[in-house]
């Protein structure tokens, strides 16, 4: 008979191993079997990220410090997978040596087909003669659980570098929760047939976004002040399906924003770099700037090069 945490063990193995590298199997079972999974010095699969999520940026670098996961298997259906991340590191640029790139994809993939790997990637078969499990209850449990995942980011760094302009953002906190009532309370979200909704609330605590000039040798001699500092935002996402079996994007999405704290300050140093930055944001928007390289597409009289 099929077992609801085999099913959910080796999900959560192939998912780990997609986007994390130099992850044994035998490491990961072990861990996912005792209910808590903690990894430390995480190194992602940038290639892996960047084509799942279809970032318009490249990813050069990306750390996680610690990685906790806790499964309360005994509660599945009622209480949440809690991921806890400690310390995660990223550097992005708009463009990325493409054999490098190439290289990197060949060698995930060439991991990825092995015999190991693969064994977990296999979808357990699920046959009629399960009582307990049928399909439908699976896939129903399957998204109940995925609807009401508790992630909480602890020092979340993000860096961005051009020429001489260098962009970074700090938070100290974000925690992504389900929300069980349209009064937002924390909890178990269910999403009724009559109203197939699934509310979830984002807080982000202390983003700070700095601007800074560096010089040829890529140093920063002087450093601005912050441009965004100790900022506080409530993030309200309503996500609403014609279906409570709906598994793909929802129909809607309604993003509310909330910035219960706000701090800017900008200085003549920092003005023309934040309109670099802003060119580049709206380049990437509007398809002008393709990825692997700092390509722009034609579009009119209106082109946005290299400084």
């Known amino acids: 008979m099929l077992r609801l945490e085999f099913y959910v063990a080796s999900f959560l193995t192939s998912y780990l191993k997609r986007f994390i590298r130099n992850l044994t199997s035998d490491d990961l079972k072990l861990s996912i079997w005792s209910g808590e999974i903690v990894l430390a010095n995480l190194e992602m699969r940038l290639d892996v990220l960047e084509s799942e999520f279809s970032l318009p940026f490249s990813l050069d670098s990306g750390h996680i410090n610690e990685l906790r996961i806790n499964i309360p298997w005994m509660a599945l259906g009622s209480e949440s997978v809690k991921v806890s991340i400690s310390s995660i590191e990223l550097s992005v ?18 991991s990825f087909l092995s015999s190991e790997t693969a064994s977990f990637r296999q979808k357990p078969k699920i046959t009629q003669t399960d009582e307990d499990l049928t399909p439908g209850y699976l896939e129903s449990l399957l998204l109940k659980i995925g609807n009401n995942i508790d992630v909480e980011i602890q020092n979340l760094i993000l860096k961005y570098v051009e020429n001489d302009i260098v962009l970074s953002v700090n938070i100290k906190s974000v925690h992504l929760f389900p929300c069980e009532d349209e009064n937002w309370t924390h909890g178990w979200a269910e999403i009724s047939e009559h109203d197939p909704v699934v509310r979830r609330l984002c807080e982000i605590e202390d983003l700070t976004v700095c601007l800074d000039k560096r010089s040829s040798s890529g140093q920063i001699s002087s450093y601005e002040e912050p441009v965004i500092y100790r900022c506080g935002i409530t993030v309200r996402l309503l996500a609403s399906y014609s279906s409570p079996f ?26 023309p770099m934040l309109m670099r930055i802003n060119e580049l944001g709206m380049a990437l928007y509007y398809g002008k700037i393709k990825k692997p390289g700092m390509e722009v597409l034609a579009a009119g009289s209106d082109t946005i090069g290299e400084t």
């Open 93 to 110: 640029s708009l463009s990325k040596d493409e054999e490098d790139f190439e290289n990197e994809d060949e060698k995930f993939n060439q």
């Open 246 to 271: 709906q598994r793909a994007i929802p129909d809607r999405l309604i993003v509310s924003t909330k910035f219960n704290k706000l701090a800017v300050s900008l200085s003549e140093e920092q003005l």
